[in-house]
Structure formats: structure tokens, C-alpha cells
């Protein structure tokens, strides 16, 4: 079993800066793509950005370099630093990973998702 584990959410005022992080944990898996998407109240979950493990990282156009998406490979984790942040930035953020399995052979690769992290952000 993989789990993905997010921390660094919470309350920023506008202009302020938060900086969210993904461990996967588990046993006998190896991760592609690591990445985070945000939700909205009302709204679609929306992608932001997502690394490869060779560190090549794509945006949204939408962020115009507000967020730096980055990863730790020898920690399986994946960071998300949020700067000059807008209260539209205000939403649930996911982290998300494709992962495969090894279960005497390689499965996969398969979605996996973290629980999810509030980020308010006030004007």
C-alpha cells in the first residue's frame, strides 16, 4: 500500500507566501509523475503543475509563476511553494502521484491521490 500525506496548508493573508508538501510512504513502489491539483468551492478540480522524477516540471498557464512546484526524490516527496498568493487561491489542494507497484512484478502505473489540504487565503 502507498500513502500520499500532505502537510502546510492553512491561513495566509493576500501577498503572503505557504509552502505545501506530499510524502508518499509505503513499500515497493516507484513514482512517474508527482503533482498537485486544487478545488475550488463549486468548481472543478483544476491541475497546477507536475514533475517527472527527472525533475521537468509543467505549469498551468493560469499560475503566471506564482508557484514553484519541486521534488525530493530520496524522499519521495513533493513540495509546492505558493507565492503572492490571491484569495481566488483559496481551495482544497491535492497532491497527486502516478505510481507503480511492485507485487513480484511491476503494476501499474495507477492514480494516487493525498487526503487533500485547506488553503484560505484572506484579503
Known amino acids: 500500500q502507498v500513502q500520499l500525506v500532505e502537510s502546510g496548508g492553512g491561513l495566509v493573508q493576500a501577498g503572503g507566501s505557504l509552502r505545501l508538501s506530499c510524502a508518499a510512504s509505503g513499500s515497493g513502489f516507484s513514482i512517474n509523475t508527482m503533482g498537485w491539483y486544487r478545488q475550488a468551492p463549486g468548481k472543478q478540480r483544476e491541475l497546477l503543475a507536475i514533475?517527472?522524477?527527472?525533475?521537468?516540471?509543467n505549469y498551468s498557464a493560469s499560475l503566471t509563476g506564482r508557484f514553484t512546484n519541486s521534488r525530493d526524490n530520496a524522499k519521495n516527496t513533493v513540495y509546492l511553494q505558493m507565492t503572492r498568493q490571491k484569495p481566488e487561491d483559496t481551495a482544497t489542494y491535492y497532491c497527486?502521484?502516478?505510481?507503480?507497484?511492485?507485487?513480484?512484478?511491476?503494476?501499474?502505473?495507477?492514480?494516487?491521490w493525498g487526503q487533500g489540504t485547506q488553503v484560505t487565503v484572506s484579503s
Open positions: 497527486n502521484a502516478l505510481i507503480r507497484l511492485y507485487i513480484g512484478y511491476w503494476k501499474g502505473p495507477a492514480d494516487y
Open positions: 514533475v517527472t522524477s527527472a525533475g521537468n516540471t
